[in-house]
């Protein structure tokens, strides 16, 4: 899809040269796409980059995988094989093809149901970074969502969540529907176009072109009375303000239903990012609101629940909804806080100074007099710096100035020189 518009600064200088760059991979060697913003890109060049995209499509449309799914789930059990090298399920025809290749056989009907254990996970941080939810979370999560009265979940990049609205589906008594935005394309083989659409969550991209989007709209349309939240668990390297952009036009595409009330509202939303950019989720906005719930993922190392310290999952659930009806499990230690009407973890104690609680990694967090606000238990206030910091920290950075002005005083994040 469309490619980003980055700027190049250098130290001290306020104006940087603006490029083009790939806004899905952070990373050149898995897309060398890059052009200045002011040059001029010859037509050989134009006609080897449209050469190279024809090259690199997928080897079966949406349609087709839909239809090689129908024929695949008729076939006898000893005749479903599913390649590991081309994360591909295989029609007999088509055996000899992969002949020297690795492959899983006897594919069951409760796999298929589960593609996201099928599937190798793409853990590359400067690409996908698909981490996938562990059973507690996305049960919770689907639990929390029923108990919300939601009946409808648009689920931005979390494969997994909608793998389980899916799979009880079949239910009588389960009315919950979902659709995938995902840019995983693989997840085509398993989903119809109703069920899945190839997404780009960074440039809001949707790359079955107006039939796709329309499925999206007329997904968000309410029926019934049925209500529809977002949920998203982007990748965590991703550009806060390239994702915030995109969920805002998700949301306009609600509001455009024209139902009542909705030009006040904002969409019912969980984006499910680290606690570390909460400042940059509420930048954009402003509504959210930060819950103590810990996320943690199946196939990370250190986003895991229940441990301590640095170990434990930073991973938070932002929402706009109001944060009272947000009610997390108590038997993970989880407790009701009457003064701020929300849920938080145990070791998160009020701090009547704040008039909050203030924690964010779930430890008890102390009040710190001269920075007037409460700060990591392991923080002590450095004169130096005149701010709470580790003790083994260097007061040298003092001296250092922004990176794009070169003053003190601020972070090139906040610099005024940036527009």
């Known amino acids: 899809g469309p490619a980003l518009l980055f700027v190049k600064t250098g130290q001290g200088k306020e104006e940087g040269r603006r490029f083009y760059a790939c806004s899905a ?65 295989l029609l007999p025809a088509e055996w000899e093809k992969h002949s020297d290749h690795q ?110 989007h329309e499925t999206c709209r007329q997904f968000l349309y309410e029926d019934n009375g049925e209500r529809v939240i977002m949920v998203t668990d982007p990748p965590f390297g991703g550009l806060v303000e390239a994702l915030a952009s995109s969920f805002k036009k998700l949301m306009a595409m609600w509001k455009e239903t024209g139902k009542e009330g909705h030009s006040n509202k904002e969409m019912p939303t969980f984006w499910i990012f680290p606690y570390f950019f909460e400042s940059r989720i509420l930048d954009f906005f402003p509504s959210f609101n930060m819950m103590d719930y810990q996320v943690d993922y199946d196939n990370h190392v250190l986003y895991k629940h229940g441990k301590t310290g640095r170990r434990q999952s930073p991973v938070r659930i932002f929402t706009n909804l109001t944060p009272s009806m947000i009610v997390l499990p108590v038997e993970e230690g989880y407790r009701f806080c009457t003064i701020c009407q929300r849920y938080v973890s145990s070791g998160n104690q009020h701090c009547e100074i704040c008039n909050s609680c203030t924690s964010k990694d779930g430890r008890r967090w102390k009040h710190c007099v001269l920075c007037k606000k409460c700060v990591k238990p392991s923080w002590f206030h450095c004169n130096n710096c005149n701010c709470c910091a580790l003790q083994t920290h260097s007061c040298e950075k003092t001296d250092a100035g922004c990176f794009v002005c070169g003053r003190a005083g601020h972070k090139r994040s906040a610099c005024p020189s940036l527009s």
């Open 25 to 89: 991979c952070r990373d050149r060697k898995a897309c060398n796409f890059f052009q200045w913003e002011d040059e001029k890109v010859s037509q050989t060049r134009l006609a080897a980059r449209e050469e190279y995209n024809r090259n690199h499509q997928p080897s079966f449309t949406h349609r087709q995988n839909v239809e090689r799914y129908k024929n695949f789930v008729q076939l006898p059990l000893s005749k479903r094989r599913f390649c590991q090298e081309c994360q591909q399920l």
């Open 103 to 212: 492959f899983l056989c006897d594919i069951s009907t409760a796999q298929l149901k589960s593609p996201s254990q099928l599937l190798y996970p793409l853990e590359n941080k400067k690409t996908n970074a698909q981490y996938l939810f562990a059973a507690r979370s996305c049960q919770f999560l689907l639990n929390l969502l029923i108990d919300l009265g939601f009946r409808r979940v648009l689920c931005v990049g979390t494969p997994r969540l909608h793998e389980l609205i899916q799979s009880k589906a079949s239910q009588e008594d389960f009315r919950v529907r979902s659709l995938l935005l995902d840019i995983d394309f693989r997840y085509s083989q398993f989903y119809t176009e109703d069920e899945f659409c190839h997404y780009n969550m960074f440039n809001h991209y949707f790359f079955g072109g107006e039939a796709a």
